[in-house]
T-cell receptor, first 103, second 116 residues
Framework: GIQVEQSPPDLILQEGANSTLRCNFSDSVNNLQWFHQNPWGQLINLFYIPSGTKQNGRLSATTVATERYSLLYISSSQTTDSGVYFCGTGLSFGAGTTVTVRA | GAVVSQHPSWVICKSGTSVKIECRSLDFQATTMFWYRQFPKQSLMLMATSNEGSKATYEQGVEKDKFLINHASLTLSTLTVTSAHPEDSSFYIC????????????FGPGTRLTVL
C-alpha cells in the first residue's frame, strides 16, 4: 500500500506563530485529506485536497500531486490549534504531527 | 452535514465477553465504511473496509472471526469484538464515505474499549 510520511513529528509554537506541516506519499493518490485530532480523539476534517490549494480561515493546504507531497499551513496559531494533525488517504495515514501551541 | 456517530463512546467489559460498536452516518448514505483502531500516541490503523450488503475486506493481520463487521444498511455498520481480551483494549474509530460526491471520508468520534 501507499506509504505516508509526515514531518515534523512534533512542533512547539508560540501563540501567533506560523508553521508548515508536510506530508509525503509514496505513490499517486486521489483522495488526500488532512485531519486534526482533538484531545478527546475526534478527527475533524480540515481539507480534502487531492491536488491544488485550499484555504479555510487561518489554515490552508497545498497538494502537489505530481511530486507526491502536501503541505498544511497554520497561520497566527492559537492554543486551540494544539493536537495531532494527520494526513492520509483513508487506507493509509501518516504518523501525525503533534502540535503544541503555548500561550 | 456529513455527521458520523458511534455508540457507545466508551465501554468497559470483562475478558471473554463480546462488545458491539455501532457506526452510523446520520445525514448521508455511505457506500463504504471503514474501521480503524488507534493505540495511544500512534496513528490510525485500518482494520477493515465494509461495503453495504457485502462481506468486509480485512487488512492483513486482522482476524475476521475476532472482529466481526456487518454493514447491513447504507447508514449503519457494526463492529463486534468477540471474546474480548485485554490486548483488544484500544480506541476504535469508524469513518464513512458518502454514496454521492467526492471521495472524502468523515469520521465518527471513536469508541474507547477497555477489557479487564
Amino acid at each position: 500500500g501507499i506509504q505516508v510520511e509526515q514531518s515534523p513529528p512534533d512542533l512547539i509554537l508560540q501563540e501567533g506563530a506560523n508553521s508548515t506541516l508536510r506530508c509525503n506519499f509514496s505513490d499517486s493518490v486521489n483522495n488526500l485529506q488532512w485531519f486534526h485530532q482533538n484531545p478527546w480523539g475526534q478527527l475533524i476534517n480540515l481539507f480534502y485536497i487531492p491536488s491544488g490549494t485550499k484555504q479555510n480561515g487561518r489554515l490552508s493546504a497545498t497538494t502537489v500531486a505530481t511530486e507526491r507531497y502536501s503541505l498544511l499551513y497554520i497561520s497566527s496559531s492559537q492554543t486551540t490549534d494544539s493536537g495531532v494533525y494527520f494526513c492520509g488517504t483513508g487506507l493509509s495515514f501518516g504518523a501525525g504531527t503533534t502540535v503544541t501551541v503555548r500561550a | 452535514g456529513a455527521v458520523v456517530s458511534q455508540h457507545p463512546s466508551w465501554v468497559i467489559c470483562k475478558s471473554g465477553t463480546s462488545v458491539k460498536i455501532e457506526c452510523r452516518s446520520l445525514d448521508f448514505q455511505a457506500t463504504t465504511m471503514f474501521w480503524y483502531r488507534q493505540f495511544p500516541k500512534q496513528s490510525l490503523m485500518l482494520m477493515a473496509t465494509s461495503n453495504e450488503g457485502s462481506k468486509a475486506t480485512y487488512e492483513q493481520g486482522v482476524e475476521k472471526d475476532k472482529f466481526l463487521i456487518n454493514h447491513a444498511s447504507l447508514t449503519l455498520s457494526t463492529l463486534t469484538v468477540t471474546s474480548a481480551h485485554p490486548e483488544d483494549s484500544s480506541f476504535y474509530i469508524c469513518s464513512a464515505r458518502p454514496l454521492r460526491g467526492r471521495n472524502e471520508q468523515f469520521f465518527g468520534p471513536g469508541t474507547r474499549l477497555t477489557v479487564l
